[in-house]
């Protein structure tokens, strides 16, 4: 079974940054491609982000291109989201998910594995 834990998240001003964590556990990952989502009150899941299983592709929101970086470090099994220049739309309850295969994903449908996720609060 894959296990996956999300760590980082917090109440942050906007404009400052937060650094979120997944870590996963449960098999190796180097064949699994990852991404993170977010859901706020009220709203449906969405996209963040999401990386290849050798780092070589990445996608971004377009709410976040330019602030969100998602990098891995496979031999650690985890999955980090650098978070810069923080709105208070970015709200959410943020969300790591893994599966299986080499490409960059970016739908939910796409993921099989999910962790708890954390809060990220950012106050005007």
């Known amino acids: 079974q894959v296990q996956l834990v999300e760590t980082g998240g917090g109440l942050v001003q906007a404009g400052g940054s937060l650094r979120l964590s997944c870590a996963a556990s449960?098999?190796?990952?180097?064949?699994?491609?990852m991404g993170w989502f977010r859901q706020a009150p009220g709203k449906e899941r969405e996209f963040v982000a999401a990386?290849?299983?050798?780092?070589?592709?990445?996608n971004n929101a377009e709410s976040v291109k330019g602030r969100f970086t998602i990098s891995r470090d496979t031999a650690k099994n985890t999955v980090d989201l650098q978070m810069n220049s923080l709105k208070p739309e970015d709200t959410a309850v943020y969300y790591c998910?893994?599966?299986?295969?080499?490409?960059?994903?970016?739908?939910?449908?796409?993921?099989?594995?999910w962790g708890q996720g954390t809060q990220v609060t950012v106050s005007s």
């Open positions: 449960g098999r190796t990952f180097s064949g699994y491609s």
């Open positions: 990386i290849s299983w050798n780092s070589g592709n990445t």
């Open positions: 998910a893994a599966r299986p295969g080499s490409g960059s994903y970016l739908y939910m449908g796409h993921y099989s594995y």
